[in-house]
């Protein structure tokens, strides 16, 4: 069956504009998870998403945000972009149950903020 | 909270011999999931081997397999017998109750021909 599909790949934008990224996760998998991955800080939770509800949240200011549609797709919005928002971010989907199960991630999209 | 810290930023290794590489963790849960994560060069993120932690046997995935200490709150990753494909980010990861999946920062492992 097909993985966890991002897109776009790879994007550029300039300070102070806006982002939306997008993923698809397995069918059947009902949470998605994004992390932001830098060389500095390796891979940061941002927000996990089970059916339609924000079930946790990491340490980011405001202007990221996400949301989940019925269909478990998953977009995330970064608003107002700064130079340190440069970074891969991935997305991770599961089935949810917590019960130690596996994330599956996509490949990411590169953001490049100039 | 919950946290991971892995204190080899690099590693090398020869092809076909053995590595180890270390993990160490910490968090008040009782009931929690231990993993190391594989992150190619260019290419996604997989799943490598995974603990539970009241299992007291070591988990083993074919060449790689775990030592799992959890007095000390130790989890270590050894590959045997490397190969060139396993050159990669290794991460390794911590789930416990109904926090989210915590990372450490990654070791890059090179494997020489």
């Known amino acids: 069956k097909a993985g966890v599909t991002q897109t776009p790949r790879y994007l550029i934008k300039t300070r102070g504009q806006q982002v939306t990224l997008s993923c698809s996760p397995i069918s059947g998998h009902r949470s998605v998870s994004w992390y932001q991955q830098t060389p500095g800080q390796g891979l940061q939770f941002l927000f996990e998403?089970?059916?339609?509800?924000?079930?946790n949240k990491g340490n980011f200011p405001g202007r990221f945000s996400g949301r989940q549609f019925s269909n478990s797709r998953s977009e995330m919005n970064v608003s107002t972009l700064e130079l340190g928002d440069s970074a891969l971010y991935l997305c991770?989907?599961?089935?949810?149950?917590?019960?130690?199960?596996?994330?599956?991630f996509g490949e990411g999209s590169r953001l490049t903020v100039l | 909270a919950q946290t991971v810290t892995q204190s080899q930023p690099e590693m090398s290794v020869q092809e076909a011999e053995t590595v180890t590489l270390s993990c160490t963790y910490d968090t008040s849960e009782s009931d929690y999931y231990l993993f190391w994560y594989k992150q190619p060069p260019s290419r996604q993120m997989i799943l490598v081997i995974r603990?539970?932690?009241?299992?007291?046997q070591n988990a083993t995935e074919n060449r790689f397999s775990v030592n799992f200490q959890k007095a000390a709150k130790s989890f270590s990753l050894k590959i045997s017998d490397s190969q060139l494909g396993d050159a990669a980010m290794y991460f390794c990861a911590l789930q416990g109750g109904s926090e989210k999946l915590v990372f450490g920062k990654g070791t890059k492992l090179t494997v020489n021909p």
């Open positions: 991770a989907s599961s089935l949810g149950d917590r019960d130690g199960g596996e994330l599956f």
């Open positions: 603990q539970e932690a009241y299992k007291q």
């Open positions: 998403y089970f059916s339609e509800t924000q079930r």
